[in-house]
C-alpha cells in the first residue's frame, strides 16, 4: 500500500458544480495534513492545512477523518480557474506527497 | 517577495557530465529540501537539511549530493548525471514544526541526453 493515495482522475466538472477529492494515508502516527495546488508545469502552492476539526477557506473545504485515515478537499462553486492537480500531503516534519487528483472544470 | 529562489530554470545535460543546482531561500526557514517529480510518481524527496550544518537522504538519494552552504542556501549536485535523472527538479523550505507547510522555488527542468 502506498503511503498516501489519490485517485488520479481527472474528474471533469461543469462551472458551478461541488466536487470533492479524498486522500488515504497509511501512517496512523502522522501529525501534519496540507492540500496544495499545482498547476501545469509549476510548483505546488499551498491551498490550505487541514485541522483536526475540519476547516474552511472560502469556497475550500478541509476535513481529517483519523480513524479511516484520509482526508478530503471540497469545492464548492467550481471555476474555470480551479481546473488544476490537487496533492495531498502528509507526515510529521518529514512530508509524503501524493502524486495528485487532476481536476478540470468545464464551461 | 522571492521566496525560494532555483537557479538554473532549464538546463540540458549530456550523460557524465556534472552540474550544481542553486536554491536559496528569504523567509529564514531552518529546514530546506529537495525534490524532483516525474510523471505519475509524484514529488519524491531526495534531501532535506533539518538545519544548517545537517542533510539526511530522502526516499531517492542515490546519484545526488547536496550541501548546505548556509542557513539561505541548499544545493544540489550531480556527479555523473544519467538520463535516469530528467526531471523536474523542486527546492523547497519550511519552519521547523509540525503543522508548517513547505514553500517551493519554481523548479528546475533538467534533460539529460
Known amino acids: 500500500r502506498k503511503e498516501v493515495e489519490q485517485d488520479p482522475g481527472p474528474f471533469n466538472v461543469p462551472e458551478g458544480a461541488t466536487v470533492a477529492f479524498n486522500c488515504t494515508y497509511s501512517n496512523s502516527a502522522s501529525q501534519s495534513f496540507f492540500w496544495y495546488r499545482q498547476d501545469c508545469r509549476k510548483e505546488p502552492k499551498l491551498l490550505m492545512s487541514?485541522?483536526?476539526s475540519g476547516n474552511e477557506d472560502g469556497r475550500f473545504t478541509a476535513q481529517l477523518n483519523r480513524a479511516s485515515q484520509y482526508i478530503s478537499l471540497l469545492i464548492r462553486d467550481s471555476k474555470l480557474s480551479d481546473s488544476a492537480t490537487y496533492l495531498c500531503v502528509v507526515g510529521t516534519y518529514k512530508y509524503i506527497f501524493g502524486t495528485g487528483t487532476r481536476l478540470k472544470v468545464l464551461a | 517577495n522571492a521566496g525560494v529562489t532555483q537557479t538554473p530554470k532549464f538546463q540540458v545535460l549530456k550523460t557524465g557530465q556534472s552540474m550544481t543546482l542553486q536554491c536559496a531561500q528569504d523567509m529564514n526557514h531552518n529546514s530546506m529540501y529537495w525534490y524532483r517529480q516525474d510523471p505519475g510518481m509524484g514529488l519524491r524527496l531526495i534531501y532535506y537539511?533539518?538545519?544548517?550544518?545537517?542533510?539526511d537522504k530522502g526516499e531517492v538519494p542515490n546519484g545526488y549530493n547536496v550541501s548546505r552552504l548556509n542557513k539561505r542556501e541548499f544545493s544540489l549536485r550531480l556527479e555523473s548525471a544519467a538520463p535516469s535523472q530528467t526531471s523536474v527538479y523542486f527546492c523547497?523550505?519550511?519552519?521547523?514544526?509540525?503543522?508548517?507547510?513547505?514553500?517551493f522555488g519554481d523548479g528546475t527542468r533538467l534533460s539529460i541526453l
Open positions: 537539511s533539518a538545519s544548517e550544518g545537517t542533510t
Open positions: 487541514v485541522y483536526s
Open positions: 523547497a523550505s519550511s519552519e521547523v514544526a509540525e503543522d508548517q507547510p513547505q514553500h
